[in-house]
């Protein structure tokens, strides 16, 4: 097949299109290399052209948090939604959007929001569509992972709060697989959370990765709700993934039935252990 991937540069894209060329099939980035600014791509005409001998779309562009040029409602409702469209336009049955867990009818950042508008765009149109809502997901060579590792190797952990934030964990090598599954699968139009079969405490999860490190358990250090918010509004500036909405949804916490994943894949999705905090997609999959 050829596919055209957004956001093939990413931490998960990346990881899907190592394991699409290792099945064989032809990975057509979307990116402003070739002619494609996801910023300016906003309606149906502006995708018909690069969809010229595509068999299938996967959108994997997101951010975190809005930073300069980057926003929230370009890059995450309208440049998709357009896609979408041009999709159906075109005959292009099969497309995949990356979402997140917590992008539904709960949603209220304006993260999950603009994920949600999207992926409502894509149900509401006659396509062989998947909608993939991935967990916290952790594995070598992602953001949030190099950053929650390096919280975890502080000789005291920050945590906030008490630490006792629910968060159902997932690794990249889980993602990928759904990914590669749903391409073949006669089960279409389906909205799948993939997250990982433990539900952990924050604190705990960055034990782990201490531990994973070679490091003993550490004492954590308590930061109030209050001051965590405060801190955020700074921290913005210097990592986008540190936006008080981020904090915001880390005290919500978001958790999901594994079991449809595991029924989908044909196998339990991963448990965490310590190879896999340093393993990417391709690790994983062999592993399996």
């Not at 917590?102 to 949600?116: I, N, P």
């Not at 991935?134 to 630490?163: C, E, H, N, Q, T």
């Amino acid at each position: 097949m050829n596919i055209l991937l957004t956001g093939a540069s990413g931490f998960i894209g990346r990881n899907i299109a190592t394991a699409l060329t290792a099945a064989g099939h032809r990975v057509t980035p979307a990116a402003r290399a070739n002619g494609i600014d996801f910023r300016r791509m906003h309606s149906a005409s502006d995708w018909q052209a690069h969809l010229a001998g595509i068999d299938a779309v996967i959108n994997c562009v997101g951010i975190i948090g809005e930073n300069g040029g980057q926003r929230f409602a370009p890059l995450h409702t309208l440049a998709p939604s357009a896609l979408f469209q041009a999709c159906a336009q075109a005959g292009i049955r099969r497309v995949l959007q990356i979402s997140a867990l917590g992008a539904d009818e709960t949603a209220f950042s304006a993260y999950h929001l603009s994920k949600r508008a999207a992926d409502d765009c894509l149900r509401s149109l006659d396509l062989d569509w998947f909608v993939l809502r991935p967990s916290l997901i952790y594995g070598r060579g992602g953001k949030s992972a190099r950053l929650f590792m390096g919280l975890a190797a502080l000789p005291r952990i920050p945590v906030i709060g008490d630490g006792q934030q629910a968060i159902q964990p997932v690794h990249i090598g889980d993602v990928v697989a759904t990914v590669m599954r749903c391409l073949t699968s006669p089960q279409v139009r389906q909205t799948l959370d993939i997250v990982g079969p433990e539900t952990v405490t924050f604190a705990d999860w960055l034990q782990r990765m201490r531990e994973a490190q070679g490091r003993p358990r550490a004492r954590l250090v308590r930061i109030p709700a209050s001051l965590a918010m405060a801190l955020a509004r700074v921290g913005r500036y210097i990592n986008p993934i540190l936006q008080p909405d981020n904090l915001r949804m880390l005290e919500t916490g978001y958790k999901a039935d594994f079991r449809p994943l595991a029924r989908f894949l044909g196998r339990m999705p991963h448990t965490a252990e310590t190879r896999l905090f340093f393993s990417d997609g391709t690790d994983a999959r062999s592993a399996s």
